[in-house]
C-alpha cells in the first residue's frame, strides 16, 4: 500500500506580482495556457482512477506553479471548490498548495481555512535579503517570517521551498538558509538547483556575463549540507530538484547550469555514503552494508557511484549492498567482518 501519492494541478505563473530573474513558469510546469475546470476535474479523476485501487492512505490535491493567493479570488473559489468537493465525498484527504511569502495575510489564510487547504508551501527561495534582491524577488526576508508564523497560528502545515545557486548566493549564505529554515521549522521543505532557463532574465545576466550557475559538483555538496541540517532538525525534505519534463531535460529549455534529472538521488547517495563510511573501522576485510528494499538504489548510488567509491578507495576489501526489510527508512546498518 502505498502511503502518500500528490495530485499535482499546475497553473503557470498565475497570481506572480513581477518575474523573478530564474523563472519561467510555463516551462518549469510545461503548461502554455492557463488551466480549465474541466481539465482539473479530468487530471484528478485520472489520478484517482490509480490511486484508489492502490488503497492509498493519504491522496493529496497540491495547486503548485505561480503563486495561488494572487490569484483573483474567484478564480481560487473555483479551484478550490471542486478541490473540497473531492474531500467532502472522501476520495481525497487533503489540499495543499504553494505561494509567495508576501502573498500571505489573515484575511487569505482565513478564506483557505474555509476550504479545508491543510498545507501552505512558501517560495522562500533564500533568507538572504542579498540574494533575494540579485534575484528580483521583490521582498526582503523579514516577510518570510512573519508569513511563517502566521500560517502556523492558523493551523496549516507549512512548507517551505529553497533554490540554490541564485545570483549573489554563496555556499555560506545557503547553507544559512537552510539553518534558519529549519529554526522556524516547517513541516516539510524542497531543494532546487538553480537552472537558466530560456527566455528568463537570468539567461539574460548569464549571456552578459553577469551570474555563473553552480557546477554540478558544488550543487551537489551545497544541497547536501542544507538536506542534512533539515533532516537533523526534523523538517521533512520531500523533494530535491525539478522533474524532468517536456520542457526541462538534457538539450531542451535549460540553457545553463547542471541539469540531472536524478538530482535528487545523487544528493541523498553521498549522504548515504558519510552514513555508510562513518561505520568503517581500520581493519576489516568484508564490508556488508543494509537498508530495506526502499533506500537499496540510493544506498549503491547513482550508476553504482557508492559502489565504486568504495572499491576504489579501499582496494583488496569487499563491500556488498543487502536488503533488510525489518530495517527503518533512511536507517544503514554496516557488518564488518
Known sequence: ?????????????????????FCNQKIITARLNPIS????IHTI????????????????????????????????????????DYMDRGLIHKIRLSTRPDYIDHNILKHLKDFGVSTIELGAQSFDDVVLKGSNRGHNSQ???ESSEMIKEYGFKLGIQLMVGLPGDTFEKS???????????????????????????????????????????????????????????GVNVIRIGLKSTDHIGPG??????????????????????EILEGQLSENFEKAVFYCNNRNLSNMIGNRKSNKTYFEKKYPNKVFEFKVEEKLEDEVYRVELK
Open 37 to 40: 475546470k474541466e481539465e482539473i
Open 175 to 233: 547553507v544559512e538558509s537552510a539553518q534558519k529554515t529549519a529554526e522556524i521549522n516547517p513541516t516539510d521543505a524542497r531543494i532546487y538547483p538553480t537552472m537558466v532557463l530560456s527566455g528568463t532574465e537570468l539567461e539574460r545576466m548569464y549571456k552578459r556575463g553577469q551570474y555563473k550557475p553552480m557546477d554540478i559538483h558544488a550543487a551537489i555538496e551545497t544541497t547536501k549540507q542544507m538536506y542534512l541540517i533539515l533532516k537533523t532538525s
Open 143 to 145: 516577510i518570510i517570517y
Open 252 to 273: 531542451k529549455e535549460v540553457v545553463a547550469g547542471e541539469y540531472h534529472p536524478a538530482f535528487g538521488q545523487l544528493v541523498e547517495s553521498e549522504v548515504i555514503k
Open 1 to 21: 500500500m502505498k502511503k502518500h501519492a500528490n495530485i499535482p494541478i499546475f497553473l503557470p505563473h498565475n497570481g506572480c506580482p513581477n518575474d523573478c530573474v
Open 45 to 84: 479523476e485520472t489520478y484517482l482512477s490509480t490511486l484508489l485501487m492502490r488503497n492509498t492512505e493519504t491522496i493529496e490535491i497540491a495547486f503548485f506553479g505561480g503563486s495561488f493567493t494572487g490569484i483573483p479570488l474567484k478564480e481560487q473559489e473555483t479551484y478550490l471548490r471542486i478541490a473540497k
